[in-house]
């Protein structure tokens, strides 16, 4: 489990992970996630944005990530939860 300290590691990851997704035209996968990432400003609303569009990501489906991908997907998805929730 990854366990980021600041918000410029974690959106150092995810953009790790977007443009390996580009690289392998990942399309789909793209437009289920890009519209939260390119929407995101920094507000509690744009955090809940964000995490909505990294669950339907996961939501595809494990078998279409591999185990790395899927492990940072919900790495990602935790501490953008506990960005909306306070947790």
Partial sequence: MTSFQSNEE??????QLI???????RIYVLAVLLPGYTSFFGLTDDWARLYEALKATRAIGREKFSAAEWDLLNDLIGAAERAVFRR
Avoid: G, I, N, T
């Avoid at 443009?19 to 035209?25: G, K, L, P, S």
């Fill in 10 to 15: 974690f959106f150092a990851a995810l953009l």
């Fill in 19 to 25: 443009e390996q997704w580009c690289d392998q035209r």
